[in-house]
T-cell receptor
Framework: AQSVAQPEDQVNVAEGNPLTVKCTYSVSGNPYLFWYVQYPNRGLQFLLKYITGDNLVKGSYGFEAEFNKSQTSFHLKKPSALVSDSALYFCAVRDRGGGNKLTFGTGTQLKVEL | GAVVSQHPSRVICKSGTSVKIECRSLDFQATTMFWYRQFPKKSLMLMATSNEGSKATYEQGVEKDKFLINHASLTLSTLTVTSAHPEDSSFYIC??????????????FGPGTRLTVL
């Protein structure tokens, strides 16, 4: 069974400061990893994904994530946070061994303050 | 980019009635669509996988007779909540994968439907 853990329910950061949203995963094989963002009463928007290759993945809106196989982590980062980045962020994993099923973490609420 | 729409965006109904939610892929074809349910401040719970031309695959604990799924075409899947009760009130989100994309491709999500059962 695959699973995702997002250990922080909420992350607070000042605008202009770097931000990190943590994610660890568990799959039986090699993973496909994804980050999505959700604004209030909206669906999920795709941010970035790790499939293979370079462990540092760059995505939309200046976000990036680093795949660390030894630590089974895929933390989301941004060098300089904006107030408009405030939203709910979900990490998700899919076992590339088969199947379409995405498993999501519990979500991390990011709050960026002036 | 790939766009998925849902209709309606918000619906209020009386207990005991049925509600149909549509999920459409607007600029791509999707042999597979997914239906999720999201409770307030909670993660997405996969309810079922909708397969074009065949029966949906339901996750454990999801009543298939209560949540009817039909994937009639490569661009449309519908979720019907039958005999709705207040506990069915939730935010329902669909997603779709482009049938021409590889297995590593991401799912594209609809904007969600807020269902309130009185």
């Amino acid at each position: 069974a695959q699973s995702v853990a997002q250990p922080e329910d909420q992350v607070n950061v000042a605008e202009g400061n770097p931000l990190t949203v943590k994610c660890t995963y568990s799959v039986s094989g090699n993973p496909y990893l994804f980050w999505y963002v959700q604004y209030p009463n909206r669906g999920l928007q795709f941010l970035l994904k790790y499939i293979t290759g370079d462990n540092l993945v760059k995505g939309s809106y200046g976000f990036e994530a680093e795949f660390n196989k030894s630590q089974t982590s895929f933390h989301l980062k941004k060098p300089s946070a904006l107030v408009s980045d405030s939203a709910l962020y979900f990490c998700a994993v899919r076992d590339r061994g088969g199947g379409n099923k995405l498993t999501f973490g519990t979500g991390t609420q990011l709050k960026v303050e002036l | 980019g790939a766009v998925v729409s849902q209709h309606p965006s918000r619906v209020i109904c009386k207990s005991g009635t049925s509600v149909k939610i549509e999920c459409r892929s607007l600029d791509f074809q999707a042999t597979t669509m997914f239906w999720y349910r999201q409770f307030p401040k909670k993660s997405l719970m996969l309810m079922a996988t909708s397969n074009e031309g065949s029966k949906a695959t339901y996750e454990q604990g999801v009543e298939k007779d209560k949540f009817l799924i039909n994937h009639a075409s490569l661009t449309l899947s519908t979720l019907t909540v039958t005999s709705a009760h207040p506990e069915d009130s939730s935010f329902y989100i669909c997603s779709a994968r482009d049938r021409l994309a590889g297995l590593d491709n991401e799912q594209f999500f609809g904007p969600g439907t807020r269902l309130t059962v009185l």
